[in-house]
C-alpha cells in the first residue's frame, strides 16, 4: 500500500478522533430581542454609500456572539489557524465565507446541534429548521451593531481610535487623527455597545449570509438578501479601514472564497 495514501489515512483518523474526544466549546452569547428598525442610512448622512437606502425591517429574536469569533476557538474546532496576525484571544482573521461556514457546522455538533449548512461543493443551502451555529443575516448584524441608535455608529456621530480599533490616519468627517495599530486587537479590548456586543465597529471585518444585492423600498421581515448572486456580504470594518466604513449601515462585499487578513466572523444561534 503506498506510504503517501497510509499516511493521509493517518492524519484523517486522527483528527477525527481529536474532534471527537474534544469538549464542547459554547461561545459567549448575548440575547438580542427581535425588533423593527430603519435599516440603511438617511440621504443626509456623512460620506454614505449608494446602495444604504433606508427601509423599515423587523427581524426575530436570537443569540449573538458577544466576541468575534477568536483565534483560540477556530483553532479548537478546526484544527488550525489561517491568522496573519497571531494571539489566542486575537479574533481569527483570514477566513473565507466558506470557512466560516465549516466552523459553524463543527461547533453545532460538538455541542450536539443539527448543523444549520449543508455544503456541496461551492453549494450551500441553509436549513433554517436546525437548532445550531451561523452567520448572521445582513440585517440582524446591523440591527444588533446599531443597538437601538440611528447615528452613523452605535458611539454617536463619530468614533474614536480609543473606541473602537481603526485606521487612525483616516478619521470620519474632520474628527482628529488617531491611533493606526496595524493589527488585530484583543476582542472586547473597547467598550461594549448598548446590547454589550464588542468590536461591531472596526477590529475584523465581519462574514454574514448574505447575497449582495440593493436594497429594495419597502418593509421586510427577516430579510436573507439578494436570491442570487456570487459575492457576500460582511461589515464592520477593520483595523486596516477608515473610520467612514465602521458606519453601522456600511455594507462591504467579496467572494465567498476570498480570505483576507482583515476578514473575521462571529456567531448567531436561534
Known amino acids: ?20 474526544c474534544a469538549e464542547k466549546q459554547i461561545p459567549d452569547m448575548v440575547l438580542i430581542n427581535g425588533g423593527t428598525f430603519v435599516m440603511g442610512s438617511p440621504s443626509d448622512e456623512y460620506d454614505r454609500d449608494f446602495d444604504e437606502l433606508q427601509h423599515y425591517v423587523t427581524v426575530s429574536s436570537f443569540y449573538l456572539g ?20 497571531t494571539g489566542d484571544n486575537l479574533p481569527v482573521d483570514n477566513v473565507s465565507w466558506y470557512n466560516a461556514l465549516e466552523y459553524c457546522n463543527r461547533l453545532s455538533k460538538l455541542n450536539g446541534l443539527t448543523p444549520v449548512y449543508k455544503l456541496d461543493g461551492l453549494n450551500v443551502m441553509w436549513d433554517r429548521s436546525a437548532n445550531g451555529y451561523r452567520l448572521p443575516t445582513e440585517a440582524e448584524w ?9 447615528t452613523p455608529f452605535n458611539t454617536g456621530n463619530n468614533i474614536t481610535t480609543s473606541q473602537a480599533n ?3 490616519n483616516l ?5 482628529d487623527v488617531g491611533i493606526y495599530r496595524e493589527t488585530t486587537t484583543p476582542v472586547g479590548t473597547f467598550a461594549a455597545n448598548r446590547w454589550g456586543l464588542y468590536d461591531m465597529h472596526g477590529n475584523v471585518l465581519e462574514w454574514c449570509w448574505d447575497l449582495d444585492g440593493n436594497y429594495r423600498r419597502g418593509a421586510k421581515t427577516n430579510p436573507v438578501g439578494a436570491s442570487s ?14 473610520a467612514r466604513t465602521l458606519r453601522s449601515a456600511w455594507r462591504n462585499l467579496a467572494e465567498p472564497v476570498s480570505s483576507y487578513y482583515s476578514l473575521g466572523f462571529r456567531v448567531v444561534r436561534p
Open 229 to 242: 448572486g456570487w459575492h457576500r456580504v460582511n461589515r464592520g470594518g477593520s483595523w486596516g479601514h477608515s
Open 66 to 85: 458577544v466576541y468575534q469569533v477568536t483565534q483560540k476557538e477556530y483553532q479548537n474546532i478546526i484544527r488550525k489557524n489561517p491568522s496573519d496576525f
Open 166 to 168: 481603526y485606521n487612525g
Open 142 to 150: 446591523e440591527y444588533a451593531c446599531r443597538a437601538g441608535t440611528v
Open 171 to 175: 478619521p470620519y468627517n474632520d474628527n
Open 1 to 20: 500500500m503506498n506510504k503517501t495514501y497510509l499516511k493521509s489515512v493517518l492524519i484523517l483518523l486522527t483528527s477525527i478522533f481529536l474532534f471527537s
